[in-house]
């Protein structure tokens, strides 16, 4: 800043101006207004010049914030004398954007000038600024202001290049800020026109509300500005076009040189629209009939509304309601809030007020309130009252205080409207309720309007999580017969549900479905979750083709997916298929993990090939990783039935310290091993066990453990152990 330099000889005019004008420099606002009396003088002095030798000059800041209104420099005509009265009005707008220019760039250039000299005092500073502001004027009234960009050669000498830089630079900052207050304030007003209200009242009536109701409010305001302007600037246009047209025919008629019927003027205007509008919000056609019949509801509603302000509270009703914001849960506000009503003889908006404060303070407090309010008459409960209760309590999976609420409103004749009806859906299908999902579901669709992607969702995750795929997958086709993108996500699970059953056939069709349409190859999740579903319903072959599809796009089995397969063949005793296939892959270099082993080491058992299974216990220590439970059982029920009864034992042994683990299939497998080997006593302990867990035998092994042991092989036994 200290490039801001004046020459000697400025320096030396300011001191002495300064003072010689100490009161013109104390008080800057008297230097404003003596300008724009001097342009004032300056415009009289131009009305008693004729107008062919002098022209009016006319400040570029009216034609730069006043965009709207054409400014052009035109000779005085002798109607514009006659109109003194309108161009007074028209000289007190432009003195007065002229004046706040000034304003502003003095207050900007004060700083700037102290800033570079801070030796000199406040008299020195405001010489300165005078001479500064006087150059400005004169550029404003020679427009040398007209356009914002870099700075012009400095008009003086007194002046440097850095200090009208700077003054040019701190000009286009006011500008530029000027700009946008005019913009700022006719925002306000479209932000306030009835039309934009009228649209952020039809959202809020069908379920918009918050953050997302502002930024739509603002948007609608900016789109009818941008409207509004461009209007503006097409009749400019077809002025301009009309002036131009004027001034060829004008030119014409003088020379005479072209004929009339080879120039048309040139025209601007807009296409007639030909039918009715049609405009969608979110999917909802809005030039339908019916919605000038909402619309005109929410007029009535609207006429009926109070907007008077809330009653002070004070006094003994203030120290009531500090009462309440002070419970703890579990009491009760009705006793007080009774107290209130008669202390203040509320009106809906003193409701509304104590509700906002109250779930401030004290949400347990506000929701016992709200619950209470609604019975209230004075209180007038709307449907968007119980909707708004019903959404804090779904929200956290209230169930019972949901249909409480609910229970209320079908008492009071109010039907549930389409925010409610999501609500309960998510709340319902969370929670496993699928009747009353279902319920919720059928009530939306009789409303006329179609669930969207997270209603379908959630209904399918909800069957899905109760074990019914089949309903999943008939919500799913409706879905894509509304041409609704489902979710892989929603795919993976209905998968899971249908392998999970061994259903191949209801698997096989979401697999299919997710190849059409999500327009890529399915996971490697999907493809091994359809190897499980046709292996679980027995289908060997066809779970085999599966796993090699697997392959030929690129996923490696994993264990999990090779042991199905494995499994399948078992069911099927095809045990020369399961070796060629462990063979090639081992061949392919895809090694086999314990869950294989396991399954392996069960058919063996089954089989009694007591050293092959034996290898495969090796094969798995080698692995370094312990035997599954699930091996346990196997082992115990080969050596109970092969007669070796220090393994069958230990096997035993295990099993009984992990007794917590097994279900009654596996009691039942182990007791008859055992009763079949000859170890009766070992049979009938783990009979106890699996009574003491509260499993029901089967009748058949009810009537086995119900016969007396036999004498020799119980004593045989016992004197084996011993």
């Known amino acids: ?370 619950e209470l309010v609604l019975d209230e008459k004075s209180f007038k409960a709307s449907i968007s009252d119980y909707s708004k209760l019903i959404h804090i309590h779904a929200k956290e999976n209230h169930t019972d205080d949901v249909e409480r609420v609910l229970k209320k409103m079908s008492q009071n004749g109010i039907f549930p409207d389409i925010s409610t009806a999501t609500a309960l859906i998510h709340m319902y299908c969370k929670s496993g309720n699928l009747e009353r999902a279902t319920e919720a579901f059928e009530s939306l669709k009789s409303y006329g309007l179609r669930p969207d992607k997270k209603i379908y969702t959630s209904m399918i995750m909800g069957y899905v999580n109760a074990g019914k795929p089949k309903l999943s997958d008939r919500l799913m086709r409706d879905m894509e017969a509304r041409d609704i993108k489902c979710s892989e996500e929603v795919y993976i699970a209905l998968l899971r549900a249908f392998a999970q059953v061994g259903d191949a056939p209801g698997a096989a069709g979401i697999y299919t479905s997710m190849e059409h349409f999500l327009k890529e190859s399915p996971s490697f999740e999907a493809q091994s979750l359809l190897v499980e579903a046709y292996a679980k319903a027995g289908n060997a072959d066809q779970a085999k083709n599966s796993m090699d599809q697997m392959r030929t796009r690129g996923h490696k089995p994993d264990d999990k997916c090779i042991s199905f397969v494995i499994r399948a063949y078992k069911g099927g005793n095809s045990l020369d298929k399961a070796l060629r296939l462990l063979l090639q892959l081992e061949k392919d270099g895809i090694e086999i993990g314990v869950i294989t082993y396991t399954v392996l080491v069960n058919w063996m058992a089954d089989l009694g090939l007591i050293e092959e299974a034996e290898q495969l216990l090796v094969k798995i220590s080698q692995l370094g990783e312990a035997p599954p439970f699930e091996l346990q059982v196997s082992l115990c029920c080969m050596y109970s039935t092969a007669g070796n009864e220090k393994k069958t034992l230990q096997a035993l042994g295990v099993l009984e310290a992990k007794k917590e683990q097994m279900g009654p299939n596996e009691f039942e497998k182990v007791i008859k091993a055992l009763k079949k080997g000859g170890f009766e006593k070992d049979a009938r302990r783990m009979f106890k066990h699996m009574e003491a867990r509260k499993f029901l035998p089967s009748e058949r092994l009810k009537v086995d453990m119900g016969a007396p042991p036999s004498f020799g092989s119980g004593y045989s036994s016992h004197r084996l152990r011993r």
């Open 1 to 370: 800043m200290k490039s801001l330099l004046l020459s000697r000889q400025a320096i030396h005019r300011i001191s002495l101006l300064s003072s010689k004008t100490p009161t013109l420099c104390r008080h800057f606002s008297a230097i404003t207004s003596s300008i724009s009396h001097s342009a004032r003088h300056l415009r009289s002095c131009d009305e008693l010049t004729p107008s062919k030798y002098i022209h009016r000059p006319i400040s570029p800041f009216s034609r730069y914030f006043h965009c709207t209104r054409e400014s052009r420099l035109s000779e005085l005509s002798a109607s514009q004398i006659d109109d003194s009265n309108d161009q007074e009005e028209d000289d007190e707008d432009e003195d007065g954007t002229t004046n706040e220019f000034l304003s502003r760039f003095v207050w900007i250039m004060r700083g700037k000038v102290s800033e570079a000299y801070p030796d000199c005092d406040k008299k020195m500073v405001d010489g300165m600024l005078l001479r500064i502001v006087e150059k400005v004027v004169e550029e404003i009234q020679g427009s040398g202001f007209n356009k914002v960009g870099s700075a012009p050669p400095s008009p003086s000498s007194e002046f440097s290049d850095d200090l009208w830089s700077t003054i040019w630079e701190v000009s286009n900052t006011v500008l530029k800020d000027m700009e946008k207050e005019r913009k700022k304030e006719k925002m306000k007003q479209y932000v306030q026109s009835p039309e934009v209200m009228e649209m952020c009242r039809f959202a809020g009536e069908i379920g918009i509300r918050g953050d997302l109701l502002r930024e739509l409010r603002f948007k609608w305001a900016r789109e009818k500005m941008e409207d509004a302007e461009f209007y503006e600037s097409l009749e400019q246009m077809r002025d301009l076009d009309n002036s131009i047209g004027e001034s060829e025919t004008v030119e014409e008629e003088e020379e005479g040189s072209v004929a009339s019927d080879e120039i048309q003027p040139r025209s601007i205007s807009l296409p007639k629209r030909k039918g009715k509008f049609k405009y969608k919000i979110y999917g909802l056609e809005l030039s339908d009939p019916k919605w000038g019949e909402i619309a005109d509801k929410i007029h009535e509603a609207e006429e009926e509304a109070d907007w008077r302000e809330p009653k002070p509270v004070t006094g003994k009703c203030k120290l009531v309601m500090e009462k309440l914001e002070s419970l703890q849960e579990g009491d009760d506000p009705s006793r007080l809030l009774a107290e209130w009503v008669e202390l203040l003889e509320p009106q809906r908006v003193d409701w509304i007020a104590l509700l906002n404060q109250l779930r401030e303070a004290n949400t347990y407090v506000y929701l016992k309130v709200a």
